[in-house]
Structures are given as C-alpha cells and as structure tokens.
C-alpha cells in the first residue's frame, strides 16, 4: 500500500470545514490516519472489477413485508371497546376542518 500524500494544512483545511479542531498532536495523528485511509482507497481504485456485477447494497437482501391482502384481525366491538367516542361501527373524532 502506498501512503498518499497529504499535509497538514490539508488536513486542517477539511477539519475547519467539518466544524472541528484538532491540537498539533491530533493534527499529526488525523494526518496519518488520513491518508492510510486514502492509500486503502488508491489500492482499490486499482481492482479490475469488470466482471463484477453492481449492487446497491453489501448484503443480499429482499422484501419481507406480507402482501397487503384484507383480513378481519380485529372485531369491530372489541376495537370499539375502548373508543373515547363512537358512532355506530366507527371512531368518532371532532371535526377539524370546517
């Protein structure tokens, strides 16, 4: 892996951006972890991923909601039951709109 090249006024350039600060240890420090990490991102850069089908996510993944089919889960009196207000087989609620 092959370090890049990076200063200090650099990196305290994106930190000023980011809303941080750093003392001259941190500074030193953050520059080092910087630009490991950009050297990681150059050795990637350098994959052949031609034959490498794109995804949008890491993991497989798929649907697992049920499909919105109609069930009677609920009697109407029991939902009711605890109802502030009803009118016949409905929750009544104060108008709102006028």
Do not use: C, W
């Not at 850069?45 to 490498?52: E, H, M």
């Not at 089919?69 to 709109?97: C, G, M, Q, W």
Request: hydrophobic residues 40%; negative net charge.
């Amino acid at each position: 892996m092959t370090m890049a090249k990076l200063t200090g006024d650099e990196v305290r350039k994106v930190a000023t951006l980011a809303n941080l600060r750093f003392d001259d240890a941190e500074l030193e420090k953050m520059t080092g972890t910087l630009a490991q990490i950009l050297g990681h991102i150059d050795m990637l850069k350098k994959l052949d991923t031609g034959n490498v089908p794109p995804t949008s996510h890491a993991l497989q993944s798929e649907n697992v909601f049920r499909a919105d089919e109609h069930t009677n889960n609920f009697k109407t009196e029991l939902t009711l039951d605890n109802a502030p207000a009803k009118d016949r087989n409905y929750f009544s609620v104060p108008r709102i709109i006028e």
